[in-house]
């Protein structure tokens, strides 16, 4: 069974009582400590249902310090894709979405391998069903990270109904985004 506490507090240790029958065992939980939580309104993202709010969201995720949390307040948040970075939390409370835009033109494309300028080995970028792929960027997107927390109620919702994505998936030769990929992360 997999279940989820929120409204915790940051940093705090609880006793949890788990009942099986007649059988309780309490443990004691600690929560993640963060270095502070902020909003993704305060970067001008509007959660209204119209506005795109992709560079708000993208510009609160660079701004965010080290072991932020960066929390999405009840509303609908219109977004192209975001890449997430290493050592963060992203919080969507009770309400909030995030609603993908359904225009292939909001979503760049990651190569399947770019090609390592000190004559490494090609760092691997994108893929599709296990292959190297170069693929459109997931609504949610973090490559070579570690450390990332992605919390809350809300919901992510691709919205690729609402688009043409299905009905270019076989001629398109470029991979279909995903709600999520997350790329040689760490951590999760």
Not at 7 to 16: D, K
Not at 25 to 30: A, D, G, L, P, S
Not at 107 to 121: C, I, S
Not at 156 to 171: C, K, L, M, R
Request: charged letters at 20%; aromatic letters at 8%; proline letters at 6%.
């Amino acid at each position: 069974n997999v279940f989820s506490l929120f409204g915790l507090r940051p940093g705090e240790t609880y006793g949890v009582t788990l009942c099986v029958g007649s059988d309780a065992c309490t443990v004691e939980i600690t929560t993640k400590g963060e270095r502070c939580a902020i909003s993704v309104k305060d970067f001008g993202a509007k959660g209204d249902g119209v506005t795109v709010d992709t560079t708000a969201i993208q510009t609160a995720i660079l701004a965010l310090p080290e072991k932020g949390r960066l929390v999405f307040p009840a509303g609908t948040y219109r977004t192209g894709p975001i890449l997430l970075k290493s050592h963060m939390t992203l919080e969507l409370t009770e309400g909030a979405t995030l609603l993908g835009l359904t225009d292939k033109a909001d979503y760049p494309v990651l190569p399947a391998v770019a090609r390592d300028l000190n004559g490494g080995p090609g760092v691997h970028l994108g893929g599709f069903e296990g292959l190297p792929r170069d693929m459109y960027a997931a609504l949610i997107t973090a490559e070579y990270a570690t450390d990332i927390t992605i919390v809350g109620p809300g919901c992510v919702d691709g919205n690729a109904q609402n688009g043409t994505w299905w009905q270019t998936f076989e001629s398109d030769p470029v991979a279909r985004p995903r709600l999520m990929f997350l790329n040689r992360c760490d951590n999760v």
